[in-house]
């Protein structure tokens, strides 16, 4: 099983900062295998970025994705107040898995 | 969009089994790749397995695969996950999530609302 290993476990940032969450994978996720998801409190998660850097349909372009092999990065360029909430990395190439989350606070 | 739309909170004895639906649209059903993810309060997400209708062959995650029963009934447009032996550490809201086409390597655009599942004596 691939294991996903998030981190920091928790970001404290101000709104207009930039916020950098890393995920790494125990082996080689392929590029196309690894998404991202955003989680508020109460809600289901809702799909942000597949294949590594591709925003799903209205997801704003300050998300951003990169990554290769085992480290991935998920980008927020300026914090708005909607986005306080946990991000998770998922990896869909070796049956699937979930990182631990990062969760993203207000400072 | 395809909504899926899950079966109520349920409330279970330990020992005892539970039985979560999601249903989605009709037009859909045998293309969507089910899977199921449980989330235990304040904890993340974990993939429990999953099921393709149209091959009909669940496919299960290692930690669950003796107590999960996953299945599809096209005839309702219905996907099911049945846990057994419950124990406390079952209690989590339980996900429906996927997408469409005949694979597993796909993200979950779609997520059903979650269901609660409450384990207790």
């Known amino acids: 099983e691939i294991v996903l290993t998030q981190s920091p476990g928790t970001l404290s940032l101000s709104p207009g900062e930039r916020a950098t969450l890393s995920c790494r994978a125990s082996?080689?996720?392929?590029?196309?295998?690894l998404a991202w998801y955003q989680q508020k409190p109460g809600q289901a998660p809702r799909l942000l970025i597949s294949g590594t850097s591709n925003r799903d349909t209205g997801i704003p372009d300050r998300f951003s994705g990169s990554g290769s092999g085992t480290d991935f990065t998920l980008t927020i360029s300026r914090l708005e107040p909607e986005d306080f909430a946990v991000y998770y990395c998922?990896?869909?190439?070796?049956?699937?898995?979930f990182g631990g989350g990062t969760k993203v606070e207000i400072k | 969009q395809v909504q899926l739309v899950q079966s109520g909170a349920e409330v279970k004895k330990p020992g005892s089994s539970v039985k979560v639906s999601c249903k989605a649209p009709g037009g859909t059903f045998s293309s969507f790749a089910f899977s199921w993810v449980r989330q235990a309060p304040g904890q993340g997400l974990e993939w429990m397995g999953g099921i393709i209708p149209v091959f009909d062959t669940p496919r299960y995650a290692q930690k669950f695969q003796d107590r999960v029963t996953i299945t599809a009934d096209e005839s309702t447009s219905t996907a099911y996950m049945e846990l057994s032996s419950l124990r406390s550490d079952d209690t989590a809201v339980y996900y429906c999530?996927?997408?469409?086409?005949?694979?597993?390597?796909?993200?979950?655009?779609?997520w059903g609302q979650g269901t609660l599942v409450t384990v207790s004596s």
């Open positions: 999530a996927g997408g469409l086409g005949y694979t597993y390597a796909n993200p979950f655009d779609y």
């Open positions: 082996q080689s996720v392929g590029s196309r295998y």
């Open positions: 998922q990896q869909y190439g070796t049956s699937l898995t």
